[in-house]
């Protein structure tokens, strides 16, 4: 067994091959290639199998890494499968879009020069394998319980912790405003990263498994909310983040200055060949117009990357802070910088320029200053430095805040964070309202699927022990839950 394994030294790390920049600016596919099985299982067998693996610490789903690298290695693909499909609900999926480089792949302790374990190429491998072989299957409860459960969201928070509570044989009924299940990875995330083919792949195993979908219903808007905590013995709230956030800048409200999801959203929404009216009358189509995008995060990375697929004249990406200093993931930055985009780094927006609809973008250099509290160099502008950068459609990234929940609900006592978040006890992921769960963006702030995934699953946890209490009527949930 050994044997297979540590081949760092001799086996050079390998990525699936990356599309030819040429073609892949100009189609929404995925830009990697899939792994073969020998070069999965080449890769795999670079790992040490460390005693203490930091590269399973630093998962936020605690993967355990080592032992499917190792099974993937010796060939052993179904058995890697069931092991990684135990901690995480869409491992296809994480395995594309994880920041891997901040998180499993950037704690891997193979000796500096080596370069780290492919940990996420390997990991969508071996589940892209097993639905090619058809191992992966529905849930199958082995009991069917009573109770239901109330999810409000079908992004991956709402998602793991359907599929985690039908596992168990409760009656799941999950909640969405819009007319596809999959929240972000399906609507946010565009194809190039994440192509909707797995997402509704895993989504129709899910349908499978006997849960019930209630889609086109917004929770607080078609159905109230007291409405639904009546209907269910338990409620999850992972409605994530959607009010975009703003600069008032002069020029804000002409035309073609737009915020960044609604661009995404009609451009995923488009190449699921849904007719999306302010992209067909060409609002929301970069095609053949000089774009400038305002932020510095994986939302303006995604982009800036859609204009370009879309055949913009022009991509430039102006950001405040510089390229060491940005949110959005570097590998993320080098893919757009190959594909075209032009980064202005050290700039910010003054005014949008134009007379009806906005023609350039007035931006001045920065500088990073002193530090703040949180030990982030803060940017200033450079005096006298102002140049235009022409544009005739501007997208706005600039992050995310949550809606006002409470007020949406009708619930004054769901207690909100001072940034609006859902306060939650992270023991149980219990709210302040009695049998209300949350997890995901909506608890976290904007954050990645990975942390929804753990959010879903940890909720499910809370969930269960509340309602197995709930029903044999006992307050000590945990010896219940234990004993179930
Ligand atoms: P969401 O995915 O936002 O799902 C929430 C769901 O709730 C939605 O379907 C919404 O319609 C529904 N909903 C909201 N309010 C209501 C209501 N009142 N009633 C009924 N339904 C409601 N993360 C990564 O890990 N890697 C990436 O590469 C990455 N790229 C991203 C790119 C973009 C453009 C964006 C915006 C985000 C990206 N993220 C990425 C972040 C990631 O998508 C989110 O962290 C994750 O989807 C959060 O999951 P969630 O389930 O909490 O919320
Ligand atoms: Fe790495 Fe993400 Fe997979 Fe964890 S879930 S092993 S962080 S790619
Ligand atoms: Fe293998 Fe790297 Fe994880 Fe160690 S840290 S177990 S070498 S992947």
């Not at 235009?388 to 992050?399: F, N, Q, R, T, Y």
């Not at 309602?467 to 949930?477: I, R, V, W, Y």
């Amino acid at each position: 067994m050994a044997d297979r394994m540590m081949q760092f030294v001799s086996v050079p790390q390998a990525t699936p091959p990356k599309r030819d920049v040429a073609v892949r600016r100009n189609d929404f596919g995925e830009i990697y290639d899939r792994f073969e099985q020998g070069k999965a299982a080449e890769q795999a067998s670079r790992c040490e199998q460390c005693g203490i693996p930091f590269c399973q610490t630093h998962c936020p789903l605690h993967n355990n890494i080592p032992d499917w690298l190792r099974m993937t290695a010796e060939g052993r693909m179904e058995e890697a499968y069931e092991l990684a499909s135990l901690t995480n609900t869409f491992p296809e999926v994480c395995g594309r879009i994880c920041p891997q480089d901040r998180l499993c792949e950037g704690n891997c302790v193979i000796e500096k020069g080596f370069e780290s374990v492919t940990i996420g190429a390997v990991e969508r491998h071996i589940t892209d394998f097993a639905f090619a072989q058809g191992w992966v299957k529905p849930a199958k409860p082995r009991v069917e319980r009573d109770q239901s459960v109330g999810i409000v969201g079908a992004g991956p928070a709402g998602l793991a912790v359907a599929d985690q509570l039908r596992r168990k044989g409760y009656q799941v009924h999950v909640y969405d405003r819009y007319d596809r299940i999959g929240g972000l990875m399906m609507y946010g995330i565009p194809n190039f990263k994440l192509d909707k083919g797995i997402v509704e792949r895993r989504n129709d195993i899910l349908r499978a498994s006997g849960m019930t979908f209630h889609l086109n219903e917004g929770i607080g808007e078609t159905i109230a909310f007291e409405e639904l905590r009546a209907r269910h013995d338990a409620v999850f709230i992972g409605t994530g983040v959607y009010k975009a956030r703003d600069v008032k800048l002069p020029g804000g409200g002409l035309d073609n200055v737009v915020p960044a999801l609604g661009y995404l959203t009609a451009s995923n929404r488009k190449n699921l060949g849904d007719v999306v009216p302010a992209f067909d009358d060409g609002r929301l189509d970069a095609a053949g117009r000089k774009v400038v995008v305002v932020g510095g995060g994986d939302t303006a990375m995604d982009c800036v990357r859609t204009a370009v697929r879309q055949g913009a004249a022009a991509v430039t990406c102006l950001y405040r802070r510089d390229r060491a200093n940005m949110p959005g993931s570097q590998r993320e930055v080098h893919n757009a910088e190959e594909e075209g985009v032009r980064f202005e780094w050290l700039a910010a927006p003054e005014a949008f320029l134009g007379d009806g609809e906005v023609n350039g973008v007035r931006a001045v250099r920065m500088r990073l200053g002193a530090p703040d509290m949180t030990g982030r160099q803060v940017p200033e502008p450079v005096p006298d430095s102002s140049f235009v950068v022409e544009a005739d459609l501007v997208i706005k990234a600039l992050g995310f805040d949550p809606e006002d929940m409470p007020g949406l609900f009708g619930q004054d006592e769901l207690k909100v964070s001072r940034w609006g978040t859902i306060t939650i006890d992270w023991k149980t992921m219990a709210t302040s309202l009695d049998g209300v769960f949350a997890g995901g963006d909506i608890v976290r702030g904007a954050s990645l699927v990975v942390w929804a995934v753990r959010d879903g699953r940890d909720a499910a946890e809370g969930i269960h022990r509340y309602l197995t209490a709930k029903a044999l009527g006992s307050l000590d949930a945990d010896a219940l839950a234990l004993a179930s």
